[in-house]
Nanobody, 118 residues
Framework: VQLVESGGGLAQPGGSLRLSCAASGFTFSNYAMSWARQAPGKGLEWVAYISSDGSIRYYADSVNGRLTISRDNAKKTLYLQIYSLKPEDTARYYC????????????WGQGTQVTVSS
């Protein structure tokens, strides 16, 4: 099982970014997926969830509607679109895969760094 995030980088406040998470080594379409982030000096914060077929999505209240999670099961790729970037979005963003509802996540990627600064 492998998850590889990409798309991070330096962005200006008010801008947008799209993060990707490429999956391999497992049947992607059978797994629910999430994005989480860890800001410098802080703990891991879950920010978005999408069910295996993409029909159910949840977001953390803290992101205030500025994130959109999506997936392309044919491409085995998960996405996170972040709009209206704020300095507090600066963090390392991780994707995670889970097959069993209610269970812990099975696999995590290595993360991609997002830095929001003018």
């Amino acid at each position: 099982v492998q998850l590889v995030e990409s798309g991070g980088g330096l962005a200006q406040p008010g801008g947008s970014l799209r993060l990707s998470c490429a999956a391999s080594g497992f049947t992607f379409s059978n797994y629910a997926m999430s994005w989480a982030r860890q800001a410098p000096g802080k703990g891991l914060e879950w920010v978005a969830y999408i069910s295996s077929d993409g029909s159910i999505r949840y977001y953390a209240d803290s992101v205030n509607g500025r994130l959109t999670i999506s997936r392309d099961n044919a491409k085995k790729t998960l996405y996170l679109q972040i709009y209206s970037l704020k300095p507090e979005d600066t963090a390392r963003y991780y994707c995670a895969a889970k097959k069993t509802p209610g269970a812990a996540y099975d696999s995590w990627g290595q993360g991609t760094q997002v830095t929001v600064s003018s």
